[in-house]
């Protein structure tokens, strides 16, 4: 949980050091490098069904001014696959120790320091076309990418809102291992506090966006979005059995009601007060089983007049 919450600063520094590597690479300083080329990336946070998040990204070289202009003769995919290695292999978040106190009757919760960074399984791959021939357009990449940023944290069984405590798990009927790793996500908020463990534990310590990109990436986050819009959507007409839209360009879209967003499921405080009924409810149901079955069996009763 502590990986995930400080993916987002690994994915930081591993721009950083890219934007190093290259200008290395090329021999180039780092200034003559910005002006002679530009580093442009998409970038979706995906979720494994263990909980930990990987992201999957699209990086590419530009000229100076943009996609619009071309990248100078340095800029190759050789030098930009080795440059990726070696940034990643740099990259390197410290945390520090912690510990806490919950109560002075309490013995002090520590955690030791520890050095995050990125995993063995870095795959890079070039990207010349999708499917047969297809031209690399700027669609192609945001389906390209979209497809992964479809996973969210609720394909591992964990919930889509904040909760407020570890009762709330249990009324949600959370699944016993993202369960875990959300009381983790609590657990570990008195800890470091700053990192904000307990306002992200139904993200799983994520606290990122699902997709980022760069100034100049000329793919949108609302490309992005649409193109997951349209994605999920041709999902759920093939769970229907419905006909694909596509084969019918005739087809059109009758909008029956316009539907607002107004809330969802309840507040910290509400939430505690829940898990707090429900747990009297529990305790007054086997507070009397346990008072019928320690009573007599009806025949033995004995009747007096």
Not at 44 to 63: N, P, S
Not at 67 to 83: I, V
Not at 210 to 228: E, M, N
Request: hydrophobic share 40%.
């Amino acid at each position: 949980m502590l990986w995930n919450n400080h993916a987002s600063d690994l994915w930081r520094y591993f721009t950083i050091y890219l934007r190093r590597e290259i200008a290395k690479r090329a021999g180039l300083t780092q200034k003559d490098a910005r002006e002679q080329s530009r580093v442009s990336f998409g970038k979706v946070a995906e979720y494994q069904k263990r909980g930990a998040v990987h992201f999957h990204a699209v990086i590419r070289f530009d000229g100076p001014e943009g996609p619009d202009t071309p990248p100078p003769y340095w800029a190759t995919l050789d030098l930009l696959t080795d440059a990726i290695r070696a940034a990643a292999a740099r990259v390197a978040v410290d945390v520090p120790p912690a510990r806490y106190r919950p109560d002075p009757d309490q013995p002090v919760r520590r955690e030791p320091a520890r050095t995050l960074r990125w995993g063995t399984e870095l795959d890079v791959q070039r990207i010349k076309a999708f499917g047969d021939g297809e031209e690399l357009t700027e669609q192609a990449v945001a389906s390209y990418v979209a497809k992964y940023a479809t996973k969210a944290a609720e394909t591992t069984g964990a919930v889509d809102r904040r909760i407020g405590n570890k009762e709330a798990l249990v009324l949600l009927d959370v699944p016993d291992h993202p369960r875990r790793l959300m009381e983790a996500c609590l657990d570990l908020h008195a800890l470091y506090p700053d990192r904000k463990l307990r306002d992200w534990a139904h993200m799983l310590g994520f606290r990122g966006h699902f997709s980022t990109k760069s100034r100049r990436y000329s793919t949108t986050l609302g490309a992005l979005r649409q193109v997951r819009a349209d994605y999920r959507a041709a999902q759920q007409r093939a769970a229907l059995g419905l006909p694909d839209l596509d084969d019918n360009p005739e087809a059109t879209t009758l909008v029956l009601s316009h539907w607002t967003y107004a809330g969802h499921g309840y507040t910290p405080g509400e939430s505690w007060l829940a898990s707090r009924i429900a747990k009297d409810i529990r305790l007054n149901r086997e507070t009397a089983r346990e008072a019928l079955a320690g009573m007599p069996d009806p025949d033995d009763w004995e009747v007096s007049a």
